[in-house]
């Protein structure tokens, strides 16, 4: 039976307190809102990730009022290490009105803590230990208007109530599930794998992205995805792998035996043996291209990868978590403001179509690319040729990481521009 008392009504609930719902839940506290943000599990937490933030991330977090200065923690970098086809390129982040011309590394398990005490700061109320079994529907609408949940070990639910939900529970989204939300089959989807290794090559002032990736079973097959290897300052390097589906091989790569082959190819002055990790290797789904709508139904939206927004170009999830966060926070906020319930109604349905303006069209130019690279063939000339013309691998470099400005800008970032608005949405 479930218990409820007034301290567990809100003005919006945010299921999930990684990046997605901490950025969420920190924007809305900024407006004025009432906010429960409950999380399953208890910080510090581990996460699977690359630990890498581009200039567009960083944009985010001063937006949250967060101090990213060396000083605070963070390890800085100016830019990305391309390496493919016999060649290095080093590429600097882009000179931009919009974004900072600098990058961060952080581990997951200090990051989203980060971000979820910012949110507290900011008014939201964090319970941790609090695991959401499912929605609490209206009988005669269908509408969700709170969730039951379990709090620590405890096996009794606690109810939840608010008029307004948002899932940020990732990739697995029980609560999408829950409200008949399935992902779609037409999307990409990507695989990463990471651990961490002492190295000699823990201090790197680039992200460093390795494009030759190839199928155990044909060595000359080069796969669509890449490895990296991300310095942590503290010893170790984050390094890990991501795999593209649009590959026929997807299927059947073990992905630990590739990360291990792949090292062994590196100079073994950097250390990266089975001797120097220090945790097991996981992985973890990156869920591509809007692959759940809608983004939002019945009194729900969805932030980050429950929605399916992780970057199909470069397998960037973080920055869209935080930014859908802010938009779905700036939806909900001018719908609290509105005095019939169908004028809520009316604003909040404008997100899936904030969404579709904002991503659309540039998703939909990576579902392209992604395609394009499951060839083995293109892969190859991408690999062998591309990184030999700088010119293409700047405008690549701002593709790939969405950093364009949006006003103004270079020609490449006004043919980027073009190339998203005049694309299908996706």
């Not at 179509?353 to 992604?370: A, C, D, E, H, P």
Request: aromatic fraction near 8%.
């Amino acid at each position: 039976m479930a218990t409820q008392n007034s301290e567990n009504t809100a003005d919006v609930i945010v299921v999930g307190a990684g990046p997605a719902g901490s950025a969420t839940a920190y924007h809305l506290a900024q407006a004025g809102l009432d906010v429960l943000l409950l999380e399953k599990t208890e910080f510090p937490r581990e996460k699977v990730c690359g630990d890498g933030l581009t200039p567009r991330a960083v944009t985010q977090l001063v937006r949250m009022g967060i101090d990213t200065s060396p000083g605070n923690g963070w390890l800085h970098n100016k830019g990305l290490r391309i390496i493919g086809g016999g060649r290095t390129l080093e590429l600097d982040w882009p000179e931009l009105a919009s974004h900072p011309n600098y990058g961060l590394v952080r581990p997951r398990s200090d990051f989203d803590e980060l971000l979820a005490r910012q949110a507290q700061k900011a008014g939201a109320r964090l319970l941790e230990n609090c695991n959401v079994a499912g929605p609490i529907l209206d009988e005669r609408t269908s509408r969700i208007v709170g969730v039951n949940a379990r709090l620590g070990s405890g096996k009794s639910e606690t109810a939840f109530r608010a008029p307004i939900v948002v899932a940020a529970d990732g990739n697995s989204t029980r609560l999408s599930i829950a409200m008949g939300l399935r992902k779609r089959d037409d999307r990409p989807m990507g695989v990463a794998y990471r651990a961490y290794y002492r190295t000699p090559r823990h201090e790197d002032n680039y992200l460093e992205s390795w494009l030759e990736l190839r199928d155990a079973n044909e060595p000359d097959r080069l796969l669509p995805g890449y490895g990296w290897i991300f310095g942590m300052g503290d010893g170790t390097s984050n390094i890990g792998l991501g795999i593209l589906n649009t590959s026929s091989a997807f299927k059947g790569v073990d992905y630990r035996d590739m990360m291990r082959r792949w090292l062994a190819s590196t100079p073994p002055e950097w250390e990266m043996t089975e001797e120097n990790r220090t945790v097991p290797i996981r992985g973890a789904a990156l869920p591509m291209g809007f692959n759940r709508k809608p983004h939002y139904t019945r009194g729900l939206l969805l932030v980050g990868d429950a929605g399916g927004m992780v970057n199909p170009f470069n397998g960037e999830g973080i920055t869209y978590a935080m930014e859908s966060g802010e938009i779905a926070a700036k939806v909900i906020a001018q719908a609290k403001s509105r005095r019939t319930p169908y004028d809520r109604e009316l604003a909040l349905s404008d997100y899936p179509k904030i969404l579709s303006q904002t991503y659309g069209g540039y998703y939909t130019l990576g579902r392209l690319f992604v395609q394009l690279i499951g060839n083995p063939k293109v892969m190859r000339a991408a690999t062998q040729r591309g990184l030999s013309h700088s010119m293409l691998m700047r405008f690549t470099l701002k593709l790939l990481a969405n950093l364009t400005d949006p006003r103004g800008g270079d020609a490449m970032d006004r043919i980027i521009n073009g190339l998203a608005k005049v694309a299908p949405s996706a």
